[in-house]
């Protein structure tokens, strides 16, 4: 019996996800793209939530529909805005360091700081 080689295996298990993520109705950004997105920064409430306002350059992690791990992305804030207050609603643009794939029906996503639900968003599929 002959086996496959171990870089054989490993790239048809790396290739699995990709499949996935590569969905023909999926819209993907590549790697450090700026993805629009409306988000909302949620007002403490308990387990989910933020008291104070977050600036210019935030990283928080993002969770994506249909995306298996979580990804740290940079919020890039329009204009000269400098913060977002909890409560407010937002359009940005997101850089993640990782390629991101929207499905249309499937564009809300969630962010996260410490495990703590902080806010949720829609990214921006209109025109794409």
Known sequence: MKLAPHGVILAAILAVPAVAASAPDATTFPAQAAIPARLTLLP???PIGRENPFYRG????FVFPGVRDEMMC???LPGDREKVDP???VDVALRCGDPVAVKPDAPAFLFK???RKIGEGEIGLGGR
């Not at 935030?58 to 992690?61: D, G, I, K, V």
């Open 58 to 61: 935030y990283r928080p992690t």
């Open 87 to 89: 409560g407010e609603t």
């Open 44 to 46: 403490a409430n308990g």
């Open 113 to 115: 700081e410490g495990g």
């Open 74 to 76: 940079a919020i890039e």
